[in-house]
C-alpha cells in the first residue's frame, strides 16, 4: 500500500506563485522517479515535471522556466514551486511515483489562477 499526499494547492492571481508538496509512505521499495501531472476537464492528464532517484528533471515545455521540481530531504517527498502563474494553469494536479512495479498517484490537488 502506498499513500502520496498533496498539499499546497489553492487561489493565486496571475502572476503570483504556490508551492506543492507531495510526500509518499508505504510499501515503496525503490523509486525510480516521482512527479506532477495535470488535468483539466475533456482533457488528457498531462505531465508537468518529473525528477528521477538521480535528480535528472523533466519539464513540459509550457512550464520551463516558470516551474522548478525539487526533492526534500526526505528521499520520498517532492516540492513544485510554481512562479509566474497563468490561467492556462488552472488545473487539479497530481502527484505520482513510480518504482519497478508501477505508478501511483495521489488525491489531486486544485490550483487556480484567476484575478
Known amino acids: 500500500q502506498v499513500q502520496l499526499v498533496e498539499s499546497g494547492g489553492g487561489l493565486v492571481q496571475p502572476g503570483g506563485s504556490l508551492r506543492l508538496s507531495c510526500a509518499a509512505s508505504g510499501d515503496i521499495f525503490s523509486t525510480y522517479l516521482m512527479g506532477w501531472y495535470r488535468q483539466v476537464p475533456v482533457k488528457q492528464r498531462e505531465l508537468v515535471a518529473s525528477i528521477t532517484s538521480t535528480d535528472n528533471t523533466n519539464y513540459a515545455d509550457s512550464v520551463k522556466g516558470r516551474f522548478t521540481i525539487s526533492r526534500e530531504n526526505a528521499e520520498n517527498t517532492v516540492t513544485l514551486q510554481m512562479n509566474s502563474l497563468k490561467p492556462e494553469d488552472t488545473a487539479v494536479y497530481y502527484c505520482?511515483?513510480?518504482?519497478?512495479?508501477?505508478?501511483?498517484w495521489g488525491q489531486g490537488t486544485q490550483v487556480t489562477v484567476s484575478s
Open positions: 505520482t511515483l513510480r518504482n519497478i512495479v508501477r505508478y501511483y
